[in-house]
Structure formats: C-alpha cells, structure tokens
C-alpha cells in the first residue's frame, strides 16, 4: 500500500502546484494558511501516535508556510498590522520549534488556535477589499 500513499500524495501535490500558479495573491495567502492548518493538525496526529520523525516533518512544513506567510507582508501598505502580523509569526514560529523539541501538545495547539484566528480574519477579507491591496498588506 506504500506506493497508493505516494501516488496519492503526488497528486494532491500536483494539484495544489495547479492552484497555487492560478491564483489571485488573495487565494495564494489562503492556500498557505489550508496548508498550515493541515500542517499542525498532522504534527498533532504524529505526535499523539509517537510518530517523532513525520512529527518534526510536519512541523518543518509549518514554519516553512510561517515564514512565506512573514515574507509575504508589506510593512508599508500594511503598516501597525503588518508589524504586529510578522510578530504573531515568529512568535509562533519559536513556539513550533519548542513544540517540536519537548514534544508539546499545547505549544501545538496554541499555534493551532492562534493562526485559526489569522486564517478566518484573512478568509473574512475576500471580496470587501481589491485581492491585490488585500494580499499586499498581508
């Protein structure tokens, strides 16, 4: 059954490729914040079963998304909110890091919660404001 899983993982990466090139930067910001969330919702699932390596692959993931998510901010369209916006991220980014370390479930869900905030504010924004000045201020 291995090779099912990577069949199936190929595709969904391959679809995901498909998405992320014909997106507006508005639906690139909410394809980054799906994969986080799905992210973190896998290191607790690996974590929970004992499963260290996919754990800390997982995690891996979620700052790699927190970190595109931090470049992707523009500090002068988006001013006190980007400042604020690039400090949940690497606060969160360092919460990751201590969640993969000492194996926490709560550092875990705390980023879990903190971004689910974040992803249903940005998934709140489409249509009230032009996607390009939306994503830019990101």
């Known amino acids: 059954m291995p090779n099912d899983t990577a069949g199936l993982n190929a595709y969904r990466a391959a679809q995901n490729q498909a998405q992320a090139l014909t997106a507006d930067p508005h639906r690139l910001i909410q394809l980054l914040f799906a994969n986080l969330m799905m992210s973190l919702q896998k290191a607790k699932g690996f974590l929970e079963r004992k499963q260290m390596s996919e754990k800390g692959k997982s995690i891996t993931h979620a700052i790699e ?67 390009s000045d939306a994503a830019a201020s990101q």
């Open 65 to 131: 998304i927190l970190l595109a998510l931090d470049e992707a901010i523009d500090e002068e369209k988006g001013g006190e909110l980007a400042g604020n916006l690039r400090a949940l991220y690497n606060y969160c980014i360092r919460q990751l890091i201590a969640a993969n370390q000492e194996c926490s479930m709560e550092k875990l869900e705390e980023v879990q919660r903190l971004m689910l905030d974040i992803k249903v504010a940005w998934d709140s924004i489409e249509g009230k404001t032009g996607d």
